[in-house]
């Protein structure tokens, strides 16, 4: 039995000795590499570019502009397609373009022999501009005669919804209301492996991209759109990948390299970006601003949330809207009793686009929840802890946007096994001699919930193929995409759990090739060991019916009393008693001249249910009022994400996360010109992401549920762990100081105002 | 373009060979195969391109192939051995720590030099902190790294 244990990950040893090969780590001869002309300006038209001395330089041999590509809008972002034309991304760039909406915008490109040539001539390159008024408050781009990003308008999208009862009704019934503005910063992913994708020809017919992609089956029906070539002469394959976060949810080269290659003859042609160009040129997370207003009754019982959020989705839609509609609706199973009406609002803006990041919304909702929600409590005269007992959700409530009882809700236990691990009740006698003078010490908690997937908003579907090798191993492919989170892992050991088949025995094979890989949309939306796992249970079922037909086929044992243990088929009651080998019996499959044949396992299932998943965040805090300073002693996050796969992996998950959000409440956040658009900070010196020195011990628990809708009682991980640490932090400092911050992240600059406003300094 | 003659020792082996003067170490090194020698900002930020150089962790992107010559040179493929994993990147992979992997080669040379240095002493997660200060890790958190470095040097 597999499942459960903390197995070693099926791909440890090859990267911890460095044989995992990544995109950059495939040469082909001949190799030419790309690099674009970037704009220099945050918004306006391309007059005039000059080309000349660029082209003139040995070793360059193209240079395209916006005029030499194809007029075919698409859209980047990484969603299946949608049969429901609302649910599409805006279709709204070029492979390159005249009109630049962000400083770094795609002008032209050019190909040379060399990298450092591509480079060197890409800044040869001389682009005069017709500038347009920079766009980047609410205020000003919404202004009546402000420029138009887009021809549709700088309205990306507007929604708003209502739930749990009548609003005013609500709001009449509750005898504590308070209201506040808060706001998040624009932030980055940083994985640490670059955008990277090459693209070449074995023939006429077919183009071929290898790519760091979260998302190979998607990217290649992206590919096939911008390019209007059929996609089924597209082939895009995924080695390993050197983390994604969401921002390889995207295909931010991937269309490029193709392109590339159709023009140069075949020829293989690379696209890899530099770090700079990552962190402002790629993708980032949406930065928001709000309002919030929530109400409780005299006994702290929660009556309504109403949220209105600003989404900046920068200069080109990406997933755009959608960010703030997941946001929106995820965050809705955590008080799911109170009345919830949440409006939004996604605008373009002059500055770096914003795409899929782990979370997708939801961290910047739920700051806005959670901060209200502590704001009440205080109002209230609860504590935060208890007010959040008494509010959130349990098992049985019903999910207020799709009517259905929420089968498995672990919050509340969440929350009481945090309360004891950071001892919540003593440090909270302790502290309260410990808020004043310079060193202060407070305590924060926040809740989150969140999806297993994207539907019924999307489609969500899975596929995986098992072959009985001649050896009575196994060999899985799933469309699934290993990113680093795991998936493969837990993949084999649920393939192990339900066939009996011995971990060991099974191999999943890592690289994605849209060839031969079965489909699936790909690594987001924490759907993979949830959606992908009931494909993987499915398949493994046939799989062992199939090898045990067989063996009863030749030994005359009958199925009922016979099954798979380990690497042998053995008696159900007698299990010390083979009947015979797994190896034997795959010889005998694929050799004996009369019977038999290859024994093999296809699954293509799509899900239809969503799980929500639960969790909290305790933090224990010194704020150094002086230097502005925050200091974690202890932080916990607990997770409801069902029953456990793998605890090591989850546990690294979990961590992974934390320190992201912890990145994002303290240090993190891409500094951008209000006048000009001009990125400050797009190298990871002055981008302030958490180093080994930044962070604190990071320690987490689990409170498994066992979710009936999953295969394996599982429900999603991956992204969650970032949603809580934030406005949990928030809270601590409010409480360790009495300053109320409403902003991340909660640099020394920003506390240092907070600090001056409440007259704590 | 003006190339130079170096010989070095890599992995325990000899190597002579001509190199371009403006050729990072980097570069020298992922030409030569040795791909566990990644690229993730080519300017000394994060790490993940760490080859040890006498024994001490370096940026091989910032240090010169020129001034390899006559010096040791470490990458993670040369510490295991005949299928045999070396202690750090056994305890790497026990401890949780590799997950995407693009900072593993990098992380495990800098942890392979302070195991070295410090062996048999007194540590604690402040001082592992501050000499794996240079390596950057966007997906664990460093928690898991921490515990790798620490079980390495319980061992030692
Ligand atoms: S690639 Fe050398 S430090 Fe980043
Ligand atoms: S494991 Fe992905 S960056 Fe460290």
């Known amino acids: ?761 | 373009m003006i190339t130079r003659e170096i010989s070095f020792i890599l992995n325990g082996s000899e190597m002579c060979i001509d190199v371009d003067v403006r050729m990072s170490l980097l570069d020298v090194l992922r030409n030569e195969g040795f791909n566990s020698i990644k690229q993730g900002c080519g300017v000394g930020e994060c790490g993940a391109c760490t080859a040890l150089v006498d024994g001490v962790p370096y940026d091989t992107c910032v240090y010169l192939a020129v001034w390899a010559d006559g010096k040791e040179i470490r990458t993670v493929e040369g510490e295991s051995r005949n299928g045999e994993l070396s202690k750090v990147q056994r305890a790497y992979i026990d401890a949780g720590a590799v997950q995407c992997g693009y900072c593993t080669p990098g992380f495990i040379m800098t942890t392979t030099a302070f195991v070295e240095k410090h062996k048999g002493k007194d540590i604690d997660r402040e001082l592992i902190r501050k000499e794996h200060a240079g390596n950057l890790c966007r997906c664990t958190g460093y928690e898991m790294i921490i515990c790798a470095v620490e079980s390495c040097m319980k061992d030692s």
């Not at chain 1, 492996?193 to 183009?207: C, R, T």
């Not at chain 1, 997941?326 to 605008?347: D, E, F, Q, S």
Request: charged share 25%; net charge negative; glycine share 8%.
């Open chain 1, 1 to 761: 039995m597999a499942v459960g244990k903390s197995v070693e990950r099926l791909d440890a040893v090859a990267k911890a000795t460095g044989r995992a090969r990544y995109t950059e780590d495939f040469t082909l001869s001949g190799m030419k590499h790309a690099v674009y002309v970037r704009s220099t300006i945050a918004h306006g038209i391309v007059t005039g570019i000059n080309t000349e001395k660029a082209g003139a330089l040995p070793g360059v041999r193209a240079i395209f502009t916006y005029e030499d590509v194809p007029d075919i809008r698409f859209s980047t972002a990484g969603h299946p397609y949608s049969d429901d034309p609302s649910h599409r991304d805006p279709y709204d760039r070029h492979l390159l373009t005249k009109h630049v909406r962000f400083e770094g915008d795609e002008i032209a490109i050019v190909v040379a022999d060399s990298e450092l040539i591509a480079r060197k001539a890409a800044k040869l390159v001389e682009v005069t501009y017709d500038e347009l008024a920079v766009l980047n408050t609410p205020e000003n781009i919404l202004a009546e005669n402000a420029p138009q990003i887009h021809p549709e308008g700088n309205l990306t999208g507007e929604h708003e919804f209502s739930v749990g009862g009548d609003m005013s009704e609500a709001v009449k019934a509750s005898a504590h209301l308070t209201e506040s503005s808060y706001k998040t910063a624009m932030v980055q992913h940083c994985h640490l492996e670059n955008q990277i994708a090459y693209g070449y020809m074995d023939d006429n017919d077919n183009i071929v991209v290898v790519s760091s992609t979260q998302i190979p089956h998607i990217a290649r029906r992206i590919i096939s759109e911008a390019l209007s070539f059929p996609i089924g002469r597209i082939k895009v394959i995924k080695p390993y990948i050197g983390g994604g976060f969401g921002a390889k949810q995207d295909v931010v080269v991937e269309p490029m390299a193709a392109w590339l290659t159709l023009k140069m003859d075949g020829a293989p042609v690379q696209v890899n970006l530099t770090r700079e160009e990552s962190l402002s040129c790629s993708r980032t997370r949406h930065p928001f601003i709000g309002h919030a207003k929530g109400g409780a009754d005299k006994d702290g019982t929660l009556r309504f949330l109403d949220l209105d959020a600003v989404s900046l989705t920068g200069a080109y839609a990406s997933h755009g809207h959608a960010i703030a509609q997941a946001g929106g609706a995820k965050a809705c199973t955590m008080y799911p009793r109170a009345v919830i009406r949440y409006h939004a609002r996604t605008l373009y803006s002059n500055m770096p686009t914003a795409g899929a990041m782990r979370g997708y919304g939801t961290p910047q909702v739920v700051f806005f929840v959670e901060n209200i929600i502590e704001e009440l409590a205080r109002k209230s005269g609860t504590d935060p802890l208890e007010f959040r007992l008494k509010n959130v959700g349990i098992t049985g409530d019903i999910n207020p946007l799709n009517n259905k009882p929420i089968l498995t809700h672990g919050l509340k236990e969440c929350l009481e096994k945090g309360r004891e691990l950071i001892k919540w009740d003593e440090k909270q006698k302790l502290y309260k001699n410990k808020k004043s003078g310079n060193i202060r010490s407070g305590l924060g908690v926040a809740c989150f919930s969140y999806a297993s997937g994207t539907y019924p908003v999307l489609v969500e579907g899975a596929s995986v193929r098992m072959v009985l090798n001649q050896d009575g191993s196994v060999h899985i492919q799933a469309g699934a995409t290993e990113i680093g989170q795991g998936s493969d892992t837990v993949f084999a050991q649920m393939t192990s759990e339900t066939t009996g088949i011995s971990f060991e025995k099974v191999k999943v094979i890592s690289t994605q090739d849209t060839d031969f890989s079965p489909f699936d949309t790909g690594a987001y939306a924490s759907r993979q060991t949830y959606v992908g796992g009931q494909a993987v249970y499915k398949a493994a079922v046939e799989l062992k019916e199939k090898i045990l037909k067989y063996a009863e086929l030749i030994t005359g044992q009958t199925i009922d009393r016979i099954i798979i243990a380990g690497d042998k088929v053995v008696l159900k009651e007698k299990p010390e008693v083979t009947v015979i080998t797994m190896r034997d019996l795959a010889v005998d499959a694929y050799y004996h001249k009369d019977r038999g044949g290859q024994i093999t396992a296809e699954v293509s299932y799509k899900t239809r249910t969503n799980a929500p998943s639960f969790g909290c965040t305790f933090v224990d805090i010194d704020v150094d009022v002086k230097l502005c300073k925050v200091y974690i002693k202890e932080i916990y996050n607990i997770h409801d994400a069902g029953k456990i796969i793998n605890p090591l992996l989850a546990e690294g998950q979990v961590h992974g996360g934390m320190s992201m959000s912890i990145g994002a409440a303290l240090s993190e956040e891409l500094l951008i010109d209000d006048k000009t658009g001009r990125v400050y900070n797009n190298n990871l010196l002055d981008y302030k992401l958490p180093t080994i020195m930044d962070m604190p011990d990071l320690k987490c628990a689990f409170v498994e549920t066992d979710e009936p809708t999953a295969s394996y009682g599982n429900k999603s991980l991956g992204e969650p762990p970032v949603i809580s640490p934030a406005p949990a932090l928030r809270n601590a400092v409010w409480d360790a100081t009495g300053a109320k911050p409403d902003e991340i992240p909660m640099s020394p600059k920003y506390l240092f105002k907070v600090f001056k406003k409440s007259g704590i300094i």
